[in-house]
């Protein structure tokens, strides 16, 4: 078994899809940041089999729980305080989302006009579809 | 402020008090004209349309306003590269109320982002022409008398024709609609439609290739070109835009008192010899375009109607 040092203040991601933890390490700008991130692969999970985890010193400023609710709802993110979870977040799909992903239609307006944010709407939950909020163009996943 | 961007945006009594609105201006027009007296229309054609901007600028001429504006992106500041958002609020110093046609699909919602002044998309791109709708609209419940209880045939281009789709999305919120989808099966109502709007709403629908014998049971028939512009493939096109055309002989198969509606232009899916047969409605579409747009203008500006 591996092991990693506990956190004394910072987020855990947990319950990230095995496999999957590179691509929101991208996604999430982790890459950018100054501080420590440990990214665990392949962890023995009851409920998963296998899981992928972050772990990222901080504060919850550095993430964007938009982006990380439309990579994938499933994921727990933990606070963590003095070595303990103080806090477990679900996430949500999110109702909108600004410059995320972008509108890959290109008789959308949002291809001629390039200040113009990209944004999205859930348009439904069940299919997990967005649509793009001016051309209403299906994104898909 | 409103604007009308997608008709959908007006629930149906909003849509039945306007359509209300149009009848009046239709059967008391000089009543209505002065109630715009002073106010200004500015029309923003980014491309090409005879109809829809001769259109916006009677309906205003006829209120007793005063119009301006271009009717190409030649002979407008987007030739310099200026973005929708800075023209709106440059129109907004000139004009009381802008309707706009855009190529780009979600244009309309940008400039009324920004805009300080009431919009109305008059087409953006493939995606919505809300006026068509209304003037469609206006013209089932001045002939009909009603908008539920009937059998709509739309034939033609069912899958690439935005109107099409929009009279469908707006027809289905009024009760016992029933239609008949009448296309070849490369030119077939796109699958969201079929699935998001019409099963979704539990509306009756049959989808059939024989306008002969779909002709019987409707009580209006809705006709659409098959559009050149949609095709990649010239073969396609040749191949599909004779698959329908109506003509004295289909006619006899309708009931007497099912009438035929056009967006125009069109082509020859409607032979010039049904013009004369008091069925066919399209011209009179025309005219209703003009009374709804006038309402629609009166609303939007909230000018009071007059005694």
């Known amino acids: 078994m591996l092991n990693i040092s506990g956190l004394n203040e910072g987020i855990v991601l947990d319950h990230i899809e095995a496999g999957k933890s590179l691509d929101i390490y991208y996604h999430l700008g982790l890459d950018k940041l100054e501080c420590q991130v440990a990214i665990i692969k392949n962890a023995r999970s009851s409920k998963m089999g296998r899981k992928d985890i972050i772990k990222i010193e901080g504060g919850l400023d550095k993430l964007d729980l938009q982006m990380l609710g439309y990579i994938d709802h499933n994921i727990t993110v933990n606070i963590i305080q003095d070595n303990k979870i103080v806090e477990k977040k679900t996430l949500k799909l999110p109702k909108k989302i600004t410059n995320v992903i972008k509108c890959k239609n290109p008789r959308c307006i949002t291809s001629i006009e390039q200040e113009l944010p990209h944004v999205f709407y859930l348009a439904d939950e069940r299919t997990e579809t967005y649509r793009c909020m001016y051309c209403e163009e299906k994104y898909g996943k | ?307």
């Not at chain 2, 006829?62 to 992106?73: D, H, M, N, Y």
């Not at chain 2, 949609?230 to 040749?238: A, G, K, L, Q, S």
């Not at chain 2, 069109?266 to 047969?277: F, K, L, M, Q």
């Open chain 2, 1 to 307: 402020m409103r604007h009308m961007l997608n008709p959908l945006d007006f629930s149906v009594e909003e849509i039945d008090r306007l359509l209300s609105l149009a009848s009046d201006i239709e059967h008391n027009l000089p009543k209505y004209a002065h109630v715009c007296d002073g106010k200004k229309l500015a029309t923003l054609f980014y491309e090409p349309s005879t109809r829809t901007r001769l259109s916006f600028e009677s309906a205003m001429l006829s209120l007793g306003g005063s119009v301006l504006g271009f009717s190409s992106a030649d002979s407008s500041s987007a030739a310099k590269g200026e973005s929708v958002s800075d023209t709106i609020r440059t129109i907004s110093c000139y004009a009381d109320i802008a309707a706009m046609r855009h190529p780009k699909e979600g244009s309309a919602l940008v400039a009324s982002q920004a805009s300080s002044i009431p919009v109305i998309n008059a087409g953006d791109g493939g995606h919505q022409h809300p006026t068509q709708t209304l003037t469609d609209l206006m013209t089932i419940r001045s002939l009909n008398g009603k908008l539920n209880n009937m059998t709509i045939g739309l034939c033609g281009d069912l899958k690439f024709g935005r109107t099409v789709h929009s009279l469908i999305n707006a027809m289905v919120r009024y009760p016992d609609i029933r239609f008949v989808l009448i296309a070849p099966d490369e030119l077939r109502i796109p699958s969201y439609i079929r699935e998001d709007v019409l099963k979704a709403n539990k509306v009756e629908f049959k989808e059939v290739n024989n306008l002969d014998e779909a002709m019987p049971e409707l009580d209006i028939l809705y006709m659409t070109r098959v559009q050149k512009e949609r095709f990649f493939n010239e073969e396609d096109y040749i191949r599909l835009k004779d698959c329908y055309i109506l003509d004295k002989k289909k006619m006899k198969l309708a009931r007497e008192n099912m009438y035929v509606l056009h967006p125009l232009p069109r082509v020859n899916e409607i032979s010039t010899e049904v013009d004369s047969d008091p069925r066919a409605a399209y011209f009179k579409q025309v005219q209703y375009g003009v009374y709804v747009r006038m309402a629609l203008i009166m609303t939007l500006l909230e000018v009071e109607k007059p005694c």
